[in-house]
């Protein structure tokens, strides 16, 4: 099935991350890939080499400029996508986490076709959730399971910065 976790509230990636804890109790191979993060210092991803889930990165450690996107954010995006699809082709996960997608689209890094076609590719045995904000109506009509994180209150409003071990 396909699972989209979007909104503009906390809890996206870490919610995909718990799945992933989830299904790899149940020895489910489980793979994660994100778009638009090149950071190396995220929490998640050190535990998650000790723990033995494979999170592959497509981006650079700076945040993609919306309105005037770099070539390179393109490639990176283009990779990302390949990859995605190259892991959906050839089965090689239970679970399927793709990371900040929908914020990719949103950016104008992939083309919605693309995505739609990627979903399409996904075969019925496989889990695969798509994060990110700005989910596209026609991502979410193809979902199977939809949750809308909705900010009700977050510390960033009152100026406090990205918190380590919270944030990242
Ligand atoms: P998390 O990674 O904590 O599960 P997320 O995936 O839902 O959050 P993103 O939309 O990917 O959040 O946002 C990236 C970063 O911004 C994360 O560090 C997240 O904690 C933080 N963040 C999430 N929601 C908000 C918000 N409403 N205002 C400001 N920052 C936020
Ligand atoms: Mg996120």
């Given at each position: ?22 299904a ?76 900040e ?6 950016y ?61």
């Amino acid at each position: 099935m396909i699972e989209v976790y979007t909104g503009n509230g906390k809890g996206k990636t870490t919610a995909a991350i718990g799945l992933a804890i989830r299904a790899m109790g149940h020895d489910q191979r489980v793979r994660m890939v994100q778009f638009m993060k090149g950071w190396e210092g995220y929490g998640e991803l050190v535990t998650a080499k000790k723990i033995g889930l494979p999170i592959e990165q497509f981006g650079r450690k700076e945040f993609v400029d919306k309105d005037h996107p770099e070539e390179r954010d393109f490639e990176l995006a283009r990779d990302c996508f390949d990859r995605a699809m190259e892991i959906i082709e050839k089965r090689e996960c239970d679970l399927l986490i793709i990371d900040e997608i929908n914020v990719a689209l949103e950016y104008g890094l992939l083309k919605l076709e693309d995505v739609l076609k990627l979903m399409d590719a996904i075969p019925s045995e496989m889990e695969v959730v798509l994060t990110g904000r700005y989910a596209h109506p026609a991502v979410l009509e193809k979902a199977d399971l939809v949750t809308e994180m909705v900010e009700i209150k977050h510390p960033f409003r009152e100026g406090i910065e990205a918190r380590k071990g919270v944030e990242f």
